[in-house]
């Protein structure tokens, strides 16, 4: 029988079908354990070395007790097939991929041919060597009887249902990775237009220096233009950069012993020297005899900086911002707490705005990148401790921090 013919043969319980890799694999696995059952068995396959490979990596997979042998030269290299002689029943199984390269793609489809056949199971167990060998599976194949059609429809219903779960799956996986390609082409809009303001400013003020000239006044307050530009700028990708490597795990806390009252103040003296006539005041309640805290400096430090310095942001001359600390009344740890008395934030956007790249819409908008305070969050976390907020419109907000001794 030529190859053609193999791959073609049909009989009233041969089923056709068109299957992707995963599904080859559930029915392979399935058409043998059933042939075979409890018994001990002989699964015969053929195709190319890797297919041959894979194959014989499914049978493994088999309850039963199992005997390979190989198929000499049975069919084309892009087939390949296998043929189960269990102690009462005989089925087999031919499948041919669409795509030449589908050993390495795991979407691939094949067209498939399976079930009971006689002649198939025949044809492909007369190709088996060296001789000796082929007439005792040729003798053994005569005395079993084709796997029962009952057999056949169970085992295609459970295909079925499989093949259904799969594609739900695909499906739901596809809809999950379209949004969040859509989400990442969002973020990429919100940071370029974040850094296009502050570059524009840079270059505004570069010019300003190259075409006029200016005292030693005007000269420090261009400079200190840039200089905040420059800043911003190096903050936000500093931030994106130390969230990426929070996510994926791979920042090394450097743990030391750290004082809150002494953290506070080398946090926030800088941001009240730099702070313009219309800047709320910063107040502080903190509380005697703090215990000492283990944690990495440079990454507290920045997560008060932020609290802080968005407090100041969004809260009015006339308005304060209050920065404290004490020990939890509940827990082993300590508090830091950053209140302002700003515009506050709406119950809708407090649920979401410890995530990447939230930007709060409407009249409560803050106008950001959407990074820091997931960058809050996650520096909190690697502590094992935790962030929230609380807020009220019209009243203010409160960020606390609270971190494990």
């Known amino acids: 029988m030529e190859d053609r013919d193999v791959v073609a043969s049909a009989a009233p319980c041969t089923i056709n079908g068109r299957y992707t890799r995963a599904v080859v694999e559930e029915l392979t696995i399935g058409l043998n354990t059933v042939t075979l059952g409890a018994e001990p068995g002989i699964i015969l396959v053929a195709g190319g070395s890797s297919w041959e490979k894979w194959l014989e990596t499914l049978t493994t997979k088999v309850s039963a007790e199992v005997h390979r042998d190989r198929i000499n030269n049975a069919l084309p290299t892009a087939y390949f097939a296998c043929v189960a002689l269990g102690s009462h ?67 295609c219903d459970t295909v079925l249902t499989f093949a259904s779960r799969q594609y739900t799956t695909l499906a739901m996986s596809a809809r999950a990775i379209d949004e969040r390609l859509r989400h990442h082409e969002d973020q990429t809009r919100m940071i370029v237009h974040d850094m296009r303001a502050p570059l524009h400013t840079m270059m505004m003020t570069i010019k300003s220096l190259q075409r006029q000239t200016f005292d030693a006044v005007g000269q420090t307050q261009l400079f200190g233009v840039a200089h905040e530009s420059a800043s911003y700028l190096l903050n936000l990708v500093e931030t994106m950069l130390d969230s990426a490597r929070l996510e994926a795990s791979s920042w090394t806390l450097r743990l030391q012993p750290l004082r809150l009252a002494t953290l506070i103040r080398s946090v926030c003296e800088p941001l009240e020297l730099a702070g313009r006539e219309a800047q709320a005041p910063l107040r502080y309640d903190i509380e005697d005899n703090l215990p000492v805290i283990h944690a990495d400096r440079t990454l507290i430090e920045r997560v008060l900086a932020n609290l802080v310095a968005n407090a100041i942001k969004y809260t009015p001359r006339h308005g304060e911002v209050l920065i404290s600390a004490r020990r939890s009344a509940e827990i082993d740890a300590v508090e830091l707490t950053v209140r302002d008395t700003g515009r506050g934030i709406a119950p809708e956007a407090q649920r979401h705005i410890f995530e990447r790249f939230y930007q709060a819409t409407g009249s409560d908008q803050r106008r950001g990148s959407g990074i820091g305070l997931y960058f809050c969050r996650l520096a909190v976390e690697a502590h094992g401790g935790n962030i929230r907020v609380e807020s009220s419109l019209g009243v203010g907000s409160t960020f606390t921090v609270t971190l494990p001794l």
């Open 89 to 155: 029943y005989t089925a087999t199984l031919v499948a041919q991929p669409l795509d030449e390269d589908a050993e390495h793609n795991p979407g691939q489809l094949f067209d498939v041919i399976w079930g009971n056949d006689p002649t198939t199971v025949a044809s492909l167990t007369a190709r088996v060597s060296p001789a000796a060998r082929r007439a005792q599976l040729l003798s053994q194949s005569a005395t079993l009887v084709p796997l029962p059609a009952v057999e056949l429809l169970t085992l």
